[in-house]
């Protein structure tokens, strides 16, 4: 069943005298994936990093399953269910995929003073995560992520977001400088964190990528969302485009003969 | 699977390359002069390297976490100096004195952590400031002068610490016991516990260990701290053992721990330490002092070496590292 997972409402953020976010409002609801589209500056980012705590917004609420919930830091975030997956930024390269899987939430055993990590445990869960995002080459989990290629390691960011269940993973520009098996990697791990059950929200600048793989587009611009459904069924990329520029405003006004 | 032999999986090691270097250096001092290996030298040769091997130990998880600690050597110099005072004014007995030295050093490493962690301000600029506040305190403190220690014969505390014994013709100070015992826990915490994994990541990369819940600021906070207080046990050690209390002893060890540090192959940035590499690089340095001069080089090219040597383990470690990367 359809639910309402987050909602932003009348979101608003400064910087200085620059207002980023103008009374931005966005839901999520649960298996879904939304694109994100924008040029740059058009404000996507700001609101992914209000949504994920790494910035403070200046007004507005988020609600998460219908409670409002203050977002004062990542792990705020965090623990409402909400994972941000930056490239790269959010695995430490010189530990291996085990250990970066479970950083923070180390499963451990022996005695109380004595406690070890349970490196067996963790192994075993990685091999299994790994497999499931469709990493089918055999990987061992005491790789470290420093030796990992890019989509390998989006991968493992995202197989952790799912096994700590996360509700919604947010994706910043995860096929940038990918290959293209790569990318198409990537957007499988998508289309994989829907059919589990999670919702996502999908920023990229290569609109064709978006189109492969969300339910809904929604269009920022100036610091507004001016576009909140878009199907990408019923839409070509071309009218996308004209409404992330703003030319579809201009067409309709008659001043682009002008 | 790992499909690389036993033999290549240890070469790429990043211990491997000091564990060859120090094999080499005895092998060489060895065949010159074959009283390098006698019982009394390497009792010698013990007795000095545990002390700053101490301070290597707990450098090497502070510096895995991305930060390092240039006031070691001055605390060195200053908790012996504090305790002793202490002790030869009547003011307390030995254990509360030595207890006394520990917490002042402690509190030196949580304002050295505090800094770094609470305004930010990098780890050399803030351990240098508080390397000239320890020494200066040391000096002040003494009027430059040594503290005695010769009434340290019949404390337990100084048994406990620095007593020796002799197994069959080998002179062993406890030191070394204390050493071995340190040595085990930090390998033990840095690779097999939660706190370990948290060390690593901290240095690694903190905003995303921050991201995951780690507690950055605090994990860097108690490795100043534990830095701190080690660079008292190892200056208490050294001052019962010499039985002198010198205001200015420890000079320039900083410098020497990190060298140990980093020839064991730890990153100066953080991210990845190694507790067996420290202990090779702990004996690389100070079976170079100890067999320069037994094989008769001037005692004051010492230095000359141990540049090259630390030069020569760059050099290695970087090219092992790119080769790591580029996936061979």
């Known amino acids: ?258 | 699977m790992d499909n690389r032999s036993f033999v290549q999986r240890f070469i790429a090691k990043p211990e491997f390359g000091p564990l060859v270097l120090l094999i080499l250096e005895i092998a060489i001092f060895w065949s010159i002069n074959p009283d390098f290996l006698s019982p009394l030298n390497i009792s010698n040769t013990l007795a000095f390297t545990v002390e700053l091997g101490l301070i290597a130990l707990a450098m090497t998880l502070l510096m895995t976490s991305g930060e390092f600690d240039l006031s070691v050597g001055s605390v060195f110099g200053l908790s012996a100096v504090v305790m002793w005072t202490v002790f030869n004014t009547g003011l307390a007995p030995l254990p509360v004195a030595f207890l006394i030295a520990i917490g002042l050093a402690m509190l030196i490493g949580f304002v050295n952590g505090w800094f770094v962690t609470r305004l930010a301000i990098p780890s050399f600029l803030v351990t240098l400031g508080m390397l000239l506040i320890a020494r200066g305190s040391a000096l002040y403190i003494t009027d430059g002068f040594p503290q005695r220690t010769w009434n340290a014969e019949d404390q337990w505390l100084a048994q406990v610490l620095v007593g020796e014994f002799y197994v069959g013709g080998f002179r062993v100070y406890m030191s070394l016991l204390w050493f071995v015992l340190f040595a085990f826990l930090a390998h033990y915490v840095l690779t097999q516990t939660k706190a370990g994994n948290w060390i690593q990541a901290s240095g690694g990369n903190p905003n995303a260990a921050r991201a995951r819940g780690v507690n950055v600021r605090r994990t860097k906070v108690l490795l100043f701290m534990t830095s701190s207080a080690m660079a008292a046990f190892a200056g208490i050690i050294s001052s019962i053992r010499t039985s002198a209390a010198n205001p200015n002893s420890g000079t320039s060890y900083e410098l020497e721990v990190i060298a140990m540090v980093v020839i064991g192959g730890t990153v100066l940035t953080g991210g990845r330490g190694t507790i067996i590499g420290t202990v090779i690089g702990i004996f690389i340095l100070r079976i170079m002092r100890n067999g320069i001069v037994m094989v008769g080089v001037p005692g004051l090219a010492y230095n000359i070496f141990i540049g090259a040597i630390i030069l020569a383990m760059m050099a290695l470690h970087s090219w092992l590292e790119r080769r790591h990367n580029a996936g061979t």
């Open chain 1, 1 to 258: 069943m359809i639910q309402e997972l987050v909602r932003m409402q009348n979101i608003n953020k400064y910087y200085g005298r620059i207002h980023a976010l103008r009374d931005v409002s966005l839901t999520v609801n649960t298996h879904e994936v939304v694109g994100l589209l924008g040029d740059n500056g058009a404000g996507k980012s700001t609101l992914i990093k209000v949504l994920s705590g790494a910035v403070p917004m200046t007004s507005g609420q988020i609600y998460v399953k219908g409670k409002e919930v203050q977002m004062k830091s990542t792990t705020d975030a965090i623990a409402n269910g909400i994972e941000t997956i930056y490239q790269d930024s959010a695995l430490v390269p010189q530990l291996s995929i085990a250990r970066n899987l479970f950083l923070g939430r180390e499963p451990v055993k022996g005695a109380r003073l004595f406690n070890r990590l349970d490196h067996d445990a963790m192994n075993e869960v990685a091999r299994t995560l790994l497999k499931r995002v469709g990493i089918t080459k055999d990987i061992p989990p005491t790789t470290p992520i420093g030796a990992l290629s890019g989509g390998e390691r989006q991968a493992v960011a995202i197989a952790r977001a799912m096994h700590f269940e996360s509700n919604l993973i947010i994706l910043d520009e995860p096929t940038n400088n990918l290959g293209v098996a790569e990318t198409q990697g990537v957007l499988r791990f998508v289309r994989e964190v829907r059919d589990t059950g999670h919702s996502c929200i999908f920023i990229a600048h290569n609109i064709h990528h978006v189109f492969q793989v969300v339910d809904r587009i929604v269009v920022m611009r100036g610091g507004k969302i001016v576009a909140d459904n878009i199907d990408p069924k019923k839409s070509t990329i071309e009218e996308v485009e004209r409404v992330i520029t703003g030319e579809h405003l201009i067409e309709a006004l008659g001043l682009d003969h002008g």
